[in-house]
């Protein structure tokens, strides 16, 4: 069924979850960095973010609604959704927690502590993201989702790779590098996605 999704619907999902990603990046940063607070890009970044995930969302919600009522009649959607929800505040709650143990029982120091959950963090997440992918395709399909599961080994390993070069690379450069892991994994899903379709018959 995905196949016959227009490109319009596929592009507009990937400019979508990029300017979501921008924006949510665009708004820690205008929040966050001290380069940016003590400037008036404290204004504008947060206006620009708002009107990036505005923009983004209005793109990805139709096409999301579309997805639901198109496979709302299969019992697995709702519970793969909840899965992924529940698997990623779990493993949040889990990093947040080895982090504060190392914080509280270690010499690493809060900035090493935070780098270090924010890393792995995002990486896990990044994962998380492309099997839920795979499994949103296998529903499309209407196949079993634990069949062939080495199918998303492939993609993991690029996911995996990728996160962790932008992810030094924002620590190298933490101006912009925020953004870079933010495009980055807008276009992991989107690789992701188009991979799956055409893999997954």
């Not at 990805?60 to 519970?79: A, C, E, N, Q, T």
């Amino acid at each position: 069924m995905i196949k016959k999704v227009t490109l319009s619907k596929f592009w507009r999902l990937a400019l979508g979850l990029l300017l979501v990603g921008v924006g949510q990046r665009l708004l820690l940063t205008g929040v966050l960095s001290p380069w940016a607070t003590d400037t008036a890009l404290s204004i504008v970044l947060p206006l620009m973010s708002l009107a990036f995930c505005a923009v983004g969302l209005f793109l990805v919600i139709p096409i999301g609604v579309w997805f639901y009522k198109l496979h709302r009649s299969d019992k697995r959607l709702p519970k793969l959704i909840l899965a992924y929800l529940l698997t990623a505040v779990t493993v949040g709650f889990l990093i947040g927690g080895l982090g504060q143990l190392l914080y509280d029982h270690t010499s690493f120091s809060y900035s090493n502590v935070k780098t270090g959950i924010w890393v792995f963090s995002t990486i896990i997440q990044t994962d998380l993201k492309v099997i839920l992918i795979y499994s949103l395709v296998k529903i499309d399909r209407a196949l079993p989702i634990k069949e062939d599961w080495r199918q998303t080994t492939p993609p993991l390993l690029i996911a995996t790779g990728c996160t962790m070069v932008a992810l030094v690379l924002s620590l190298w450069l933490p101006t912009v590098g925020g953004v870079v892991v933010s495009v980055v994994d807008s276009l992991i899903l989107m690789a992701t996605l188009y991979y799956f379709i055409y893999r997954i018959h």
